[in-house]
């Protein structure tokens, strides 16, 4: 009888060793399985929204506007000859003020009777532009003031403001120099000739008004 009973109570331990086992293999697989869901549910995650909606679709975004054109885009520069139009030259443009030095023709400033001759103190130069309206060109003047010896006998002739004429009149030396005495640096412009010593055996003045 007490064999009998000990191998019931062998027999139930048996039982419950392998119920435990089945369970810890239950709670193992169980264990083994909720990591794969979790595993499952990570991997879905990723791509689900939190609040598990749909996914938001992505706004379009508007497309960038233009640069506005700048002023100088807008309105082209304006030319310096409106089209269609010719320019139209300055009044004396046409005048070339690098003319040479006019080889017979001086600006008379004053007289001098120094190293006992008869001296006019003059100034070489050219003719310049004439301004609108004027009556005659400038004579312009360069250079240093230069020594002109005189013949005592030299012909001259003279016009206003010289003598009261606007037309040539013949003069003598001495009345000639009687108004350079009086009106100096005047620069009244004479036309001269040269004899061979290189004198001026001729003088004649110029009408500029």
Not at 63 to 81: F, L, N
Request: charged share 15%.
């Amino acid at each position: 009888m007490r064999g009998h009973v000990v191998r019931v109570r062998s027999g139930r331990r048996t039982r419950g060793q392998a119920a435990l086992a089945a369970l810890a293999l239950c709670g193992t697989l169980a264990l083994t399985g909720c990591g794969g869901d979790d595993e499952d549910t990570g991997t879905g995650a990723a791509g689900a929204s939190p609040t598990g909606s749909a996914p938001a679709t992505a706004t379009p975004s508007a497309p960038a506007p233009s640069p506005a054109p700048s002023k100088s885009a807008q309105k082209p520069a304006p030319s310096a000859t409106p089209a269609g139009k010719a320019k139209t030259p300055a009044p004396g443009s046409t005048c070339d003020h690098k003319m040479p030095i006019s080889p017979d023709e001086i600006a008379v400033n004053r007289y001098t009777p120094e190293g006992g001759v008869h001296s006019l103190i003059v100034k070489h130069g050219n003719w310049g532009c004439a301004a609108p309206g004027a009556d005659a060109a400038p004579f312009e003047t360069v250079g240093k003031e230069t020594f002109l010896n005189i013949a005592e006998d030299a012909k001259i002739t003279a016009v206003t403001p010289v003598i009261a004429s606007t037309v040539s009149q013949p003069i003598t030396l001495q009345q000639l120099i009687d108004w350079l005495i009086a009106h100096p640096d005047q620069g009244r412009v004479f036309r001269y000739h040269l004899d061979g010593t290189g004198v001026i055996d001729s003088l004649d003045q110029q009408y500029t008004s």
